[in-house]
C-alpha cells in the first residue's frame, strides 16, 4: 500500500513558475513508476508527465513539454514537477500516481496507476 500526498498548488500569474510535490509512504516507493495528471472543470482526467520506475526514463505530454520537469528523490520518497513558464490552459487540479508494474517505459493511460493522490489546486490568471 503507498499513501501519496501532493502540496505546492497555488495561484500564480501566466509565466509564472510552481513546484508541485507528491511525498509518499508505504514500502517500495522505488519500484514504482510515478505520473503527474491533471483534471480540468468539465474535463477528463489527462496524463501530463511520468519518471518510469528505474528513474531512466521521463515522459511528458506535448503540451507541457520543455515548461515542465519531473523527477524524484528516492531517499526523501518524493517525486517533483517543476512547472514554469504556466499558461492559464495548465490551470487545472494536479494528481499524482504510482504504477507498480515493470514497464519498460511508463502508461499514460490513468488506469494503469493504481495509487492516486488527493489532488493540489494549480490556478494559472491571465
Known amino acids: 500500500q503507498v499513501q501519496l500526498v501532493e502540496s505546492g498548488g497555488g495561484l500564480v500569474q501566466a509565466g509564472g513558475s510552481l513546484r508541485l510535490s507528491c511525498a509518499a509512504s508505504g514500502r517500495a516507493f522505488s519500484s514504482y513508476a510515478m505520473g503527474w495528471f491533471r483534471q480540468a472543470p468539465g474535463k477528463e482526467r489527462e496524463f501530463v508527465a511520468a519518471?518510469?520506475?528505474?528513474?531512466?526514463?521521463?515522459y511528458y505530454s506535448d503540451s507541457v513539454k520543455g515548461r515542465l520537469t519531473i523527477s524524484g528523490d528516492n531517499a526523501e520518497n518524493t517525486v517533483y514537477l517543476q512547472m514554469n513558464s504556466l499558461k492559464p490552459e495548465d490551470t487545472a487540479v494536479y494528481y499524482c500516481a504510482a504504477d507498480r508494474d515493470k514497464r519498460i517505459g511508463v502508461s499514460r493511460l490513468p488506469v494503469d496507476y493504481i495509487y492516486w493522490g488527493q489532488g493540489t489546486q494549480v490556478t494559472v490568471s491571465s
Open positions: 519518471i518510469s520506475w528505474t528513474g531512466y526514463y521521463t
